[in-house]
């Protein structure tokens, strides 16, 4: 067996796959990759987002054929960004992922931790993007970064929250959607033909409350990690 892993900020993400074709994904905690790994004889993997060092080290220990995603890696996109060694790889993944999925120019976009937004031309060129904070983050900072704001879960609400917890729920959720639909157009007006993908965690409510011409792709990154194993075979 054959694993690819991203490695988020809250979770670990496998996919598992043999003879070329994808097989699982699972979604553990940090804690559980080692036994994971030995469970399912893992022999080849490919990391693609190392958040810790000390979980490298776990890997090798294991006796496992180790690659490690750079963005010197050999994969079917190429990159433009001014700091590539600040490049966060699963940005890169997510986009070889996306292609799958469309042609032309490309919007590729993981709302998780944070949201980001990659735009991948017709020619396979990543050019850059946005970070933003994620709906979870930005209840998170009203909670920390304040005295009396309390810490509250995403939810979709109405625009006008007539409760200080709905009204940060409404911040946080509506704030998202407007802003995501407005940096949505504005590349559609700078791109003509323009794809847009949804990956991460929360993918699915964004999806489905953009009320835009979007295509949800729940595992973009391990799907891009996967065609990029593929690619260096």
Known sequence: MNAVIDIGNTNVKIGVFSKGSLLKVSIIEVNELVF???????????????TDESIIKKIKDLKIDLKVLTVKTPMPVSTTYATP????????????????????????????????????????????GI?????????????TLTAHL????????SVIGNSTEKCMQ??????????????????????????????????????NNLELN??????????????IFKYNE
């Open 36 to 50: 994971f790994l030995q469970e399912h004889n893992i022999k080849n993997i490919l990391v693609g987002n190392v």
């Open 85 to 128: 060694e600040l490049l966060g790889t699963d940005r890169l993944a997510s986009c070889v992922g996306a292609r799958k999925y469309a042609k032309g120019n490309l919007l590729v976009i993981d709302a998780g931790t944070c949201i980001t937004y990659d735009m991948l031309t017709a020619k396979n060129v990543h050019v850059g």
């Open 131 to 143: 970070i933003s904070p994620g709906l979870n983050m930005r209840l998170e900072a009203m909670h």
């Open 150 to 157: 309390p810490l509250v879960s995403s939810k979709k609400v």
């Open 170 to 207: 409404s911040g946080a959720s509506n704030g998202s959607l407007a802003e995501m639909k407005g940096l949505i157009l504005s590349f559609q007006k700078k791109y003509q033909d323009l794809s847009i993908i949804i990956g991460g965690g929360d993918a699915v409510f964004f999806g």
């Open 214 to 227: 979007t295509f949800v792709v729940s595992n973009l990154a391990v799907e891009g990690l996967h065609a």
